[in-house]
Structures are given as structure tokens and as C-alpha cells.
């Protein structure tokens, strides 16, 4: 049993910062690439920033020099670090694990209950 654990979420004012974190538990093998994606009301879920497991980072273009995605490959955790909060930023934020459970098998996709993050005045 896999389990991904978010924490960090929270309310903030615009122009702040929040730091959000996942950690992932259970028979892992291998984990390929940690990520974080959001869900605003009404809209599709869609990718925030992705971190291999060799370090390569990708972002969506309306985070792109506000957002730092980072990891900890020891403990199996990805961090995502938020500065200058807009209200568009307000969504649940969901972590997202591609990872293998033991040697041979493939890789899936598993994904952590989602954090609310509220940015608001």
C-alpha cells in the first residue's frame, strides 16, 4: 500500500508564500518523478511543476519564477515552495508519485488526497 501525504496548505494574503510537502510511504522500489497539480472550481486539474528522479524540472508558465520545485530522494518527499501568491493560485493542490512497487513491474501513477490553498485578502 502506497501512500502520499501533502501538508503545507493553508490561507495566505496575495503576495505571500507557502511551502507544501509530500511525502510518500509504503513498499516503493522506485519512484521516477514527483510532482504537484491543481484543481481551481470549475476547472481541470492541471500540472503545477514535475521533479524526476534525476533532478529535471518542469513548470507550468504561470508559476515560472514564483514556484521552486525540490526533492528529497532519501526520504522519498517533494516539496514545492510558493512566493508571490495570487488569488489565481487558490485551488487544491494534489501530489502526484510515478513509482514502482518492486523490480520488473511498471510504473503508475498514485496521488495524495489534495491540500487546499486559499489566497485571499
Known amino acids: 500500500q502506497v501512500q502520499l501525504v501533502e501538508s503545507g496548505g493553508g490561507l495566505v494574503q496575495p503576495g505571500g508564500s507557502l511551502r507544501l510537502s509530500c511525502a510518500a510511504s509504503g513498499s516503493i522500489f522506485s519512484i521516477e518523478a514527483m510532482g504537484w497539480y491543481r484543481q481551481a472550481p470549475g476547472k481541470q486539474r492541471e500540472l503545477v511543476a514535475l521533479?524526476?528522479?534525476?533532478?529535471?524540472?518542469n513548470y507550468a508558465d504561470s508559476v515560472k519564477g514564483r514556484f521552486t520545485i525540490s526533492r528529497d530522494n532519501a526520504k522519498n518527499t517533494v516539496y514545492l515552495q510558493m512566493n508571490s501568491l495570487s488569488p489565481e493560485d487558490t485551488a487544491v493542490y494534489y501530489c502526484?508519485?510515478?513509482?514502482?512497487?518492486?523490480?520488473?513491474?511498471?510504473?503508475?501513477?498514485?496521488w495524495g488526497q489534495g491540500t487546499q490553498v486559499t489566497v485571499s485578502s
Open positions: 521533479i524526476t528522479s534525476g533532478g529535471s524540472t
Open positions: 502526484n508519485a510515478i513509482l514502482m512497487l518492486s523490480r520488473g513491474t511498471t510504473y503508475r501513477n498514485y
